[in-house]
């Protein structure tokens, strides 16, 4: 019991640290002119050789070995975490963190259940439907009852959130076929890897690079890289081995409660009420979900005889990230 409490902890410890992105970006984009997609890139690379140092140490080498589908599937996943750090920094300064974390957060598992029905042809239960039909609702009124940043776009902040959940989903769809397949730290340190240098291309080629920041600043992007990138994955990782993963699920939803709570006292945003009850139907919702897919799972793995979707569950939140 001491260890699986200790494991909560980790995974809630790990949670909390990806809560404090929005607020740490946010402040950046309030004292400098700097592009999201700088930020993004630059996080990338300085978090990439922490997570290949992790990888070297778990698996004892430095190559990536794997099934070529492996890398196909991880380099989209790292293309797809690319555009989530833009899609998801960019709507921060458009309708703020609260909303932004919400939508994003929130609309990610809807959208994988419904890719993963279509393209993975994974069923789900009439409870799940219910619940991920809820969310749905609950979204609508947060996003109704949103209001953009001082002047920001509501429409292209949410778009660009749910644009975020979106690459978020294809990201944890990528890892359920690689994941169980590897040490968790050999696709996560290969798909940042990945991201780091898609984003730096990016950068290279499309905007002037002008790092002349001051020393907060690079501060505050040094906390985005390690903290809440290799610190919190780490902990994570070391919590899955102590809890289920449907527990460390819905322990992750801390993130976006650390998010919301820290953007209404540090950053002062305000939720309207309606906002507000939606985001409680939303995390309501998530959670009969994910509890639903724990039996769904359960059933199928004894039905089967083996844990392969157990090892499904688990890393391929621990392959993905915020």
Not at 57 to 74: C, D, E, K, N, Q
Not at 244 to 256: G, I, N, V, Y
Not at 282 to 310: E, P
Request: hydrophobic share 55%; proline share 4%; aromatic share 8%.
């Amino acid at each position: 019991m001491s260890k699986k409490i200790a494991g909560m902890g980790l995974v809630v410890i790990a949670a909390v640290l990806w809560g404090s992105i929005g607020v740490v970006v946010s402040a950046l984009f309030g004292s400098l002119t700097i592009a999201p997609l700088t930020v993004g890139a630059i996080r990338l690379v300085f978090a990439a050789p922490l997570l290949l140092g992790w990888h070297r140490v778990v698996s004892g080498r430095w190559r990536f070995a794997m099934p070529a589908r492996h890398h196909l599937l991880i380099v989209l996943g790292g293309f797809a975490f690319a555009g989530y750090q833009v899609a998801y920094f960019a709507a921060i300064p458009q309708i703020g963190v609260a909303l932004a974390v919400m939508c994003n957060i929130c609309s990610a598992p809807i959208v994988t259940a419904v890719v993963a029905r279509i393209m993975l042809h994974e069923r789900l239960r009439r409870g799940q439907w219910w619940a991920l039909l809820g969310a749905v609702g609950g979204a609508v009124l947060l996003v109704y009852g949103g209001k953009p940043s001082v002047g920001g776009s509501l429409l292209f902040g949410v778009s660009c959130a749910v644009t975020a959940g979106v690459c978020y989903s294809i990201m944890a769809i990528v890892s359920r076929q690689v994941a169980p397949h590897h040490a968790p730290a050999t696709p996560l340190a290969y798909m940042f890897s990945v991201a780091a240098v898609a984003l730096t291309g990016v950068l290279v080629l499309t905007q002037p690079v002008d790092l002349a920041l001051s020393p907060l600043a690079w501060l505050g992007l040094g906390y985005l890289a390690l903290v809440p990138t290799g610190i919190s994955y780490v902990l994570y990782v070391r919590g899955l081995q102590q809890v289920t993963a449907t527990t460390a699920t819905t322990l992750t939803l801390c993130e976006p409660l650390t998010s919301t709570i820290l953007a209404v006292l540090i950053l002062g945003e305000h939720l309207s009420s309606s906002a507000w009850f939606g985001a409680g139907v939303m995390f309501c919702c998530l959670v009969v979900f994910a509890w639903a897919q724990a039996g769904h799972t359960r059933q199928q793995a004894q039905s089967d005889n083996h844990d392969q979707y157990d090892g499904h569950d688990g890393p391929s939140r621990t392959a993905t990230g915020r």
